[in-house]
């Protein structure tokens, strides 16, 4: 054992009152406490509370306004009007991006294109939006329709990154037309934190993926799939309240007729 493991354990284990000081005093640094404060001094502190976070609000504004939208616009082969971004996404590759109106794009978003195809599309249209920390891979075409909401997490590829065939695979040859397959997310659909959507899927309108569920399939208008790999738990779910029939009163048994009636 080396001689700095040998201090790590031995602090570890606090063997002598030395080396119980010695954790008593990391431990104080790695979660510092403080007692209750007067309260004389918590209307204060309220007031710079909230000024941190309006003053970060205001530098994070600034730097989108300034910054990231003009930059993330010229990266874009066509972006509409009121476009709110909350960081400035990661783009790879020589796929065209189109942004649609009112979308919102959260922070830490991963855009990636493949090389099996000449022109990859990534296609956000009106209204939808996208969640934290999604990844996009996007060798042929991903199209996300109207009024869309991806949550944080989310995988959607219209690729495995790889070829199916174990020899090409292991010689690095990359993937072809056969091994690529659109995605599409129609209007309304909500998918759910940590979810996969893989290539050649469909998920209908107005339909709802689980949260952490692997799609591999497609998933019918509204419809809820959950699972890994997704299978559809119910149909006519969540559907809107246009759709929605009112039923006809029957009578209770009992009840009397009104008159007119036989």
């Known amino acids: 054992m080396s001689l700095v493991n040998r201090l790590i354990f031995d602090i570890r284990r606090s063997k002598s009152p030395v080396f119980r000081f010695i ?38 504004s600034l730097l989108t306004i300034c910054y990231r939208n003009p930059l993330f616009q010229a990266r874009c082969a066509s972006f509409g009007h009121r476009v709110v971004l909350e960081g400035l996404p990661f783009v790879s590759g020589h796929l065209a991006i189109h942004v649609g109106n009112d979308v919102k794009l959260g922070a830490n978003i991963t855009i990636i294109s493949g090389s099996a195809c000449d022109q990859p599309n990534l296609i956000l249209k009106d209204r939808c939006s996208v969640g934290w920390n999604t990844k996009f891979t996007v060798s042929q075409e991903v199209i996300v329709e109207e009024d869309v909401l991806i949550s944080y997490d989310c995988r959607i590829s219209d690729s495995d990154g790889h070829r199916r065939e174990a020899d090409l695979r292991a010689a690095g040859v990359p993937p072809g037309p056969k091994d690529v397959r659109p995605v599409r997310i129609c209007r309304y659909a909500l998918i759910g934190n940590g ?39 119910f149909r006519n779910y969540g559907l809107p309240t246009s759709a929605r029939k009112k039923r006809p009163v029957e009578s209770q048994p009992g009840q009397a007729s009104s008159p007119g009636q036989g």
């Open 23 to 60: 954790k008593k005093a990391l431990r104080f640094c790695f979660s510092p406490v403080l007692p209750p404060l007067p309260r004389l001094l918590l209307g204060p502190l309220r007031v710079a509370y909230e000024l941190h976070f309006l003053t970060v609000t205001l530098c994070r």
């Open 195 to 233: 979810s996969h959507i893989m290539k050649g899927v469909t998920i209908g309108e107005g339909a709802t993926v689980a949260a952490n569920s692997l799609v591999i399939t497609n998933v019918p208008p509204y419809s809820l799939a959950i699972g890994n790999p997704a299978e559809i738990l």
